[in-house]
């Protein structure tokens, strides 16, 4: 992508009105007082924070470690480069400062840069301003177009970011040193807003140079003229490792000028990892707790695992994705069974597991085992899960009967009653019973998932059998 990607939306844009001022002279006279960028944003986080308010409504996970240091680094006013692996929320933060600027902020109307009404910088807002006096025309800009967004590019030119000579406007008659001349790039535009730079290593060098005036001394140069624009703007980046990326590196002036360098992190408590999962995961079906419990103990286990290059790292889209992909397993059968409801089960997550392979970034002495890797681990989350959940059942009637010689039939493509009319009757045992109720599961469909956690359990614990063929799993 190399076009700057378009501004977050708030979920109160649609049910706010903008002020009616429509002059300068009636904004003074309503008392307004212009604020700095910096400023306004101290201003309403201190405000959230003394409120009791939490201003990062979404983010899971960086309570203790990340968002204090965000904070502090907000309210000293610094621009912020955030460093972590793929999948750790960093775009997603970045997006939630959205939330700390004021709701709605006047800017003179038709202005390229959004300049504030008691404060225009360019040529051509000042001499409206002094022609115009009390009646220059005022605009309202909500806090969402004052976020503008780049994921950086190696194709990235000055001219996106600084700005460039205009063509059409020389040609129009006016001279080469006329500042009127010039095409304004994102930063530029983004004049008392936040402009977020993904990926800053990938920026080529020549073009992190051209930032340095930007970033200290607030000032632009454009094909050998410099304008003094005193743009009041945070910039705020993200950036992987660069002992991964091996793409590029953030220069070492650049990296000077921001004035706090945070690392962020996967989340350190299971509880968030499921949180995330929740939260980004757009499920066609439902899915229960215990499997997206697995889903997250998996996602943790494989960034222990020596096996896979923890520099890459494992992201969280990878436990989404998983979730997102047995979810469209229980709905397939759903539909190819005529099921009225659509529930994921134990048997769902190897269809995940066959389609995530490539998300991983295996150690190079692996080569050949992936599968194998990947099956151990789910086989580990899915015995942890089981001990979580089920710690304290009685299972010795159910081992009894298939030792006997029952057997329980299940797969992707059988229907949830099936499931259950092929299980051993254990005469008055409620043992069925407690395990669905130690579950949550209520409905057939999550009885059904309920009762293959507890075989899958039984067999990891090597105290039944297990045959799979295709896409049917017999426990025998």
Same mark, same amino acid.
């Given at each position: 992508?190399? +076009?700057?990607?378009?501004?977050?939306?708030?979920?109160?844009?649609?049910?706010?009105?903008?002020?009616?001022?429509?002059?300068?002279? &009636?904004?003074?006279?309503?008392?307004?007082?212009?604020?700095?960028?910096?400023?306004?944003?101290?201003?309403?986080?201190?405000?959230?924070?003394?409120?009791?308010?939490?201003?990062?409504?979404?983010?899971?996970?960086?309570?203790?470690?990340?968002?204090?240091?965000?904070?502090?680094?907000?309210?000293?006013?610094?621009?912020?480069?955030?460093?972590?692996?793929?999948?750790?929320?960093?775009?997603?933060?970045?997006?939630?400062?959205?939330?700390?600027?004021?709701?709605?902020?006047? !800017?003179?109307?038709?202005?390229?840069?959004?300049?504030?009404?008691?404060?225009?910088?360019?040529?051509?807002?000042?001499?409206?301003?002094?022609?115009?006096?009390?009646?220059?025309?005022?605009?309202?800009?909500?806090?969402?177009?004052?976020?503008?967004?780049?994921?950086?590019?190696?194709?990235?030119? !000055?001219?996106?970011?600084?700005?460039?000579?205009?063509?059409?406007? !020389?040609?129009?008659?006016?001279?080469?040193?006329?500042?009127?001349?010039?095409?304004?790039?994102?930063?530029?535009?983004?004049?008392?807003?936040?402009?977020?730079?993904?990926?800053?290593?990938?920026?080529?060098?020549?073009?992190?140079?051209?930032?340095?005036?930007?970033?200290?001394?607030?000032?632009?140069?454009?094909?050998?003229?410099?304008?003094?624009?005193?743009?009041?703007?945070?910039?705020?980046?993200?950036?992987?490792?660069?002992?991964?990326?091996?793409?590029?590196?953030?220069?070492?002036?650049?990296?000077?000028?921001?004035?706090?360098?945070?690392?962020?992190?996967?989340?350190?408590?299971?509880?968030?990892?499921?949180?995330?999962?929740?939260?980004?995961?757009?499920?066609?079906?439902?899915?229960?707790?215990?499997?997206?419990?697995?889903?997250?103990?998996?996602?943790?286990?494989?960034?222990?695992?020596?096996?896979?290059?923890?520099?890459?790292?494992?992201?969280?889209?990878?436990?989404?994705?998983?979730?997102?992909?047995?979810?469209?397993?229980?709905?397939?059968?759903?539909?190819?069974?005529? &099921? +009225?409801?659509?529930?994921?089960?134990?048997?769902?997550? +190897?269809?995940?597991?066959?389609?995530?392979?490539?998300?991983?970034?295996?150690?190079?002495? &692996?080569?050949?085992?992936?599968?194998?890797?990947?099956?151990?681990?789910?086989?580990?989350?899915?015995?942890?899960?089981?001990?979580?959940?089920?710690?304290?059942?009685?299972?010795?009637?159910?081992?009894?009967?298939?030792?006997?010689?029952?057997?329980?039939?299940?797969?992707?493509?059988?229907?949830?009653?099936?499931?259950?009319?092929?299980?051993?009757?254990?005469?008055?045992?409620?043992?069925?019973?407690?395990?669905?109720?130690?579950?949550?599961?209520?409905?057939?469909?999550?009885?059904?998932?309920?009762?293959?956690?507890?075989?899958?359990?039984?067999?990891?614990?090597?105290?039944?059998?297990?045959?799979?063929?295709?896409?049917?799993?017999?426990?025998?």
């Amino acid at each position: 992508m190399t +076009q700057a990607s378009p501004a977050p939306t708030s979920p109160d844009i649609a049910a706010s009105t903008a002020p009616s001022l429509t002059t300068v002279g &009636e904004l003074r006279a309503s008392g307004h007082v212009q604020k700095t960028l910096r400023a306004e944003i101290r201003d309403n986080l201190l405000a959230h924070l003394r409120a009791g308010e939490n201003p990062w409504p979404g983010l899971h996970g960086f309570e203790r470690t990340v968002i204090p240091q965000l904070e502090r680094a907000l309210i000293a006013g610094h621009d912020i480069v955030l460093l972590g692996e793929r999948g750790q929320g960093k775009t997603r933060l970045l997006r939630t400062l959205v939330g700390l600027m004021d709701e709605w902020t006047p !800017v003179i109307a038709g202005s390229e840069l959004g300049e504030h009404p008691y404060e225009p910088i360019i040529h051509a807002s000042r001499r409206r301003a002094a022609e115009l006096g009390d009646d220059l025309p005022i605009a309202w800009r909500h806090r969402d177009e004052r976020y503008a967004e780049k994921l950086a590019t190696p194709d990235t030119s !000055v001219a996106d970011l600084i700005g460039d000579v205009d063509p059409m406007r !020389v040609a129009e008659g006016r001279s080469l040193g006329d500042p009127e001349t010039i095409h304004f790039g994102l930063i530029p535009r983004s004049h008392r807003g936040i402009v977020a730079i993904n990926e800053l290593p990938d920026l080529a060098e020549r073009i992190q140079v051209a930032m340095l005036n930007v970033m200290e001394e607030r000032d632009i140069q454009i094909r050998g003229y410099v304008l003094r624009l005193p743009l009041d703007l945070l910039v705020v980046a993200s950036a992987n490792p660069e002992d991964y990326t091996n793409r590029g590196r953030i220069i070492t002036p650049l990296k000077d000028r921001f004035g706090a360098e945070i690392r962020t992190h996967y989340p350190t408590e299971l509880e968030a990892e499921v949180a995330v999962i929740r939260q980004e995961a757009e499920l066609v079906a439902d899915v229960p707790d215990h499997l997206i419990e697995i889903l997250a103990r998996f996602t943790r286990a494989l960034r222990q695992s020596s096996s896979v290059d923890q520099r890459s790292g494992v992201s969280a889209r990878f436990a989404i994705a998983g979730a997102e992909t047995i979810a469209a397993s229980a709905l397939h059968r759903a539909a190819v069974r005529g &099921e +009225q409801e659509a529930v994921a089960r134990v048997v769902d997550l +190897q269809t995940a597991v066959e389609v995530l392979g490539g998300k991983i970034e295996f150690e190079s002495g &692996e080569e050949g085992r992936e599968a194998e890797v990947l099956e151990h681990l789910l086989r580990t989350a899915t015995a942890e899960a089981v001990r979580s959940h089920l710690r304290g059942v009685d299972f010795s009637l159910l081992v009894e009967a298939i030792e006997s010689g029952a057997m329980v039939t299940t797969g992707v493509q059988m229907s949830a009653h099936d499931m259950l009319e092929g299980l051993p009757r254990l005469g008055e045992s409620e043992l069925y019973d407690d395990i669905a109720a130690r579950l949550g599961a209520t409905t057939e469909g999550q009885r059904a998932g309920a009762m293959e956690l507890a075989l899958e359990g039984l067999y990891l614990a090597r105290r039944v059998g297990k045959d799979t063929d295709g896409g049917e799993t017999v426990y025998g």
